[in-house]
């Protein structure tokens, strides 16, 4: 396969000897998708959990959402729900799973992140005045300041769903922005 540089996206070229043509990657493949359907679209990932693996997740939703100017917001709270999935439930024990989900629409998008259950509910904690920061226990603080809307669903038993959803600008991606 060669490699063809497009303006804002990457077009893998075969030669068409699969009879497929060549697919443009990031942004312009979503605008591609966009174009024909207008309905809220869903990507779903299973990721093993381990630290490497939040990285994976936050460049999967960063990819998804690259076209947009909330590109930054989404891979940052993809990161945080991520690395909380691993930290408080099983999810991050030996043979631990978590799950990304972005449900995208035309002006909203929504991140999920499953986790195995544990111990607890993750909750947005309050700042006490006088309270230090601290190093942790801020993290869905930060998502609900960057979401219109975040929450929790399931329980310690089940599994958790964490999600968070972001207004889009889909005219304008970051850089531009």
């Not at 966009?34 to 679209?41: F, R």
Request: aromatic share 6%.
């Amino acid at each position: 396969m060669t490699g063809r540089e497009n303006a804002d996206a990457t077009v893998l070229d075969d030669g068409g000897r699969d009879g497929f043509p060549g697919l443009p990657l990031g942004p312009a493949l979503v605008r591609r998708w966009w174009s024909g359907l207008g309905g809220p679209m869903l990507w779903r990932r299973r990721f093993h959990g381990r630290e490497d693996q939040v990285t994976a997740a936050r460049k999967m939703v960063r990819l998804l959402l690259e076209d947009t100017s909330r590109a930054d917001d989404a891979e940052w709270i993809t990161a945080e729900l991520a690395a909380n999935a691993l930290l408080h439930s099983r999810s991050g024990l030996l043979g631990g799973l978590f799950m990304v989900e972005v449900l995208r629409g035309l002006h909203m998008a929504r991140i999920t992140v499953y986790d195995l259950g544990g111990e607890g509910t993750p909750a947005v904690q309050a700042r006490k005045p006088g309270q230090d920061i601290g190093e942790h226990g801020h993290g869905l603080r930060g998502v609900r300041q960057l979401a219109t809307q975040a929450g929790v669903r399931g329980d310690a038993t089940t599994g958790h769903a964490v999600w968070a959803q972001l207004a889009l600008n889909c005219g304008a991606s970051a850089r531009t922005a």
